[in-house]
């Protein structure tokens, strides 16, 4: 069992005026889909970025198992996998090897690998044959699908998504909603969807806003 904390967090950015947030004190579980939902620039995804370790907190904590995150490197190899809005995914490589990728840096040889990588993309229903194609030759939601099989290949116990269902198609919308589903429930993850569309939350075991800087429960 996981437990991703923050406590008393605020957040300015280096060059912003405001505070983003302020005082955010909240804990996940994991085995839980948890959605955050707020309105554009509410800041759902400068939020997700904490929770992602690739920014720490202006004031406060965030905390992995009761200890504080401070080795943002290892947090992100070890604890936390995260789908950006924007997917990142690398456009020189096919999408086996993007897949491949995060399971070779933690060590696993070659062939166990690529066997592993196309039962995640088998996972996230997208055809062994796009295994040899470029990000640049798949559809949009092949590409989230792709970025969802290499966070997911990462095995970390906390997966993070930013508006993982935004301009997609009902059927892959609803792809993505089964796999936050079964990440959570099945293979007991600590999962967070930061969100701004309406039908994902309906699914959602824990429910939370994020309005005036504020986190609050529904
Ligand atoms: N790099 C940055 N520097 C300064 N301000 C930023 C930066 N990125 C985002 N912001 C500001 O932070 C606020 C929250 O943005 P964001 O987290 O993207 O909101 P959301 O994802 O909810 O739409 C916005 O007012 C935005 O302009
Ligand atoms: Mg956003």
């Known amino acids: 069992m996981s437990k991703l904390e923050l406590k008393g967090v605020s957040f300015k950015y280096p060059r912003g005026k405001r505070m983003i947030f302020q005082n955010v004190t909240e804990s996940f579980a994991s085995g839980k889909l948890t959605t955050i ?22 004031r406060g904590e965030l905390l992995m198992d009761g ?24 456009e020189g490589r096919t999408v086996l090897e993007n897949v491949t990728y995060p399971m070779l840096l933690k060590g696993l040889d070659g062939e166990s690998a690529k066997k592993k990588a ?20 798949c ?16 095995d ?12 997609l198609d009902r059927g892959t919308s609803r792809v993505i909603a089964d796999i936050l589903v079964s990440l959570a429930r099945e293979r007991g993850k600590l999962v967070i969807a930061v969100t ?3 039908r994902l939350p309906e699914l959602a075991d824990v429910r939370l806003f994020l309005r005036g800087g504020v986190l609050e429960h529904e």
Request: hydrophobic share 40%; glycine share 8%; no cysteine.
């Open 139 to 154: 559809s949009g939601g092949e590409q989230k699908r792709v970025a969802f099989a290499r966070a997911m290949a990462l």
């Open 156 to 167: 970390n116990p906390v997966f993070l998504a930013d508006e993982p269902t935004a301009n």
């Open 196 to 198: 701004h569309d309406a």
């Open 67 to 90: 200890e504080p995150v401070r080795d943002l490197t290892s947090y992100r190899r070890n604890a936390a996998a995260a789908v950006a809005q924007a997917n990142y995914l690398f």
């Open 37 to 58: 939902e707020g309105e554009s620039g509410a800041g759902k995804s400068t939020l997700l970025t904490l929770l992602s370790g690739l920014a720490l907190p202006t």
């Open 118 to 137: 196309l039962e995640y993309l088998e996972e996230v229903k997208l055809d062994g044959e796009l295994a040899s194609h470029f990000p640049s030759e």
